[in-house]
DNA sequence: ATACACCTTTACGCAACGTAAATGTCAATG
DNA sequence: CATTGACATTTACGTTGCGTAAAGGTGTAT
């Protein structure tokens, strides 16, 4: 029995496209093709359509199948289970993003309060408040007036979505800290990226990045005790690790 | 404090490209284009931009971005609970797709005893022989020697990744079946997709279909008492919608 | 002859950028 | 002052698996 496209591809429930594409890609090509440039397919061909089909709903790619279809030596079962181990590890990604979402919607919701003008700058005004009473002297002495003030106006004109965000990015840091911890080396891979987050989370607070400051910040979460505390509360170890990391980030480890 | 693609980018942890891209697709405009034509982007900016990897790293689409970060009035709550629906939904569709691919697996696993050739063409031959005993003077009857000879030769040279095929869309008729059966409408898009799986799972067998052979088929599950018990097994009157299905499904059903 | 159903190739479109290539700008250096 | 190197710009192809034209040839029936 001889096919053209079109029954082909009715018979297997696909289009006349797909059946091109895969030509064209080679992944499927006629038995033949004849004095009219008409694709003509054998009973081979359905055959190997078949198996194709099979491979594809189970969400392997073309690329994969067409080394599978292929060689008839090809082990399916190793390429299955390693297809497998693809599709767990995306379901794993996809749990993490929901729970995030979960995270996010909760956080809104708590956030509709916030929303809430006089309310949120009252919340805001407090957290500087408490902040002023633990580190104030410190950072004001570090830093200087004009700088804290900048900042602390910054904070306050941080809307609310922007304020979610940050302490995102703050929970953030805490935990990528833990896992780059593990590793033991501050200047590895991930103690570079908390380094990073880091940054990134500074930047909500102040208007002017540099890699002085952002040592500074490092030396003084070690130098004194209520930071290194907060930190160290975590994971003891967790401040000085943490300094390490953003002193060889900023590229402040050696000049000490 | 005012940046260009590059700053912007390190400090948000993206490329410039993306930047630009954002530009193009008009998700977050620089502030201003200085007279060299660069990108200048402001505070506002950064803000926004904020906004937009939070809303990324959720996995929403820049599409939903844009509407939500571009219209304040727009509700977040309800686009992230969207956004949440559809992720579900797409894990649903990853546990699917797992679930298969394990059935696959211990499918294959199960055949490498088939893929020993002696036993599966002694397994094949056990299930024509079957076959023969349960219905072959009914067929042979209805279709002749020839048509039936055809039919156990095909399956005959089948390999073992297609009868674990075969197998597996001769089950998923029966799922489907059941399902349509719920909506209780043998011309309704489900009871047809039905009819559809089962002309292709018929195709294994045959090495020519007619819209006529089917019907003929789908009446004879009616009118042979085993056949209809091995449908009516799942569910009460199977044999009957599945014949009304194939009956609509090739325009066979008024010319009675 | 013509209508109509089929076939062909070529090619744009989708999502979110990565990755050139070709070219212009800015600051610093020999 | 010319050159260098690090920036910036635009244009455009590639990724995946086809859908969807568009423009044209083929096959068969009327």
């Known amino acids: 029995m001889e096919y053209t496209v079109q029954k082909l591809g009715l018979m297997a429930g696909i289009s006349t496209r797909t ?8 992944i499927l090509k006629p038995a033949r093709i004849n004095s009219s440039g008409y694709r003509i397919y054998g ?8 198996q194709i089909l099979f491979y594809r709903e189970l969400g392997v790619s073309l690329e994969n199948i067409k080394d599978i279809v292929n060689d008839p030596s090809f082990d399916c079962l190793k390429a299955l289970g390693e297809h497998r181990e693809k599709l767990i590890e995306k379901r794993k990604q996809l749990d993490l993003l929901i729970a995030n979402v979960d995270k996010s919607i909760a956080s809104l919701e708590r956030k509709i309060s916030m929303t809430d003008p006089e309310k949120f700058e009252g919340f805001k005004q407090k957290i500087i408040d408490d902040n002023e009473k633990k580190y104030g002297k410190e950072i004001r002495a570090k830093y200087g007036d004009e700088q804290v003030d900048r900042s602390n106006k910054k904070f306050k004109s941080m809307t609310a979505a922007q304020y979610t965000e940050v302490e995102k990015l703050g929970a953030d840091v805490l935990e990528t800290l ?3 911890m593990a590793t033991g080396d501050p200047a590895g891979e991930l103690a570079q990226k908390v380094a990073d987050m880091h940054r990134r989370w500074l930047c909500f ?8 400051a952002h040592a500074g910040v490092a030396r003084m979460y070690v130098d004194d005790e209520r930071f290194a505390a907060y930190y160290d509360r975590m994971q003891p170890g967790a401040a000085v690790f943490l300094r390490d990391a953003i002193l060889i980030y900023t590229g402040m480890d050696s000049q000490e």
């Open 43 to 50: 009973q081979a061909e359905v055959d190997k359509l078949q």
């Open 205 to 212: 607070y102040w208007d002017h990045y540099t890699k002085e």
């Open 178 to 180: 833990k896992a780059a």
């Open 19 to 26: 059946l091109r594409y895969y030509d064209e890609i080679g």
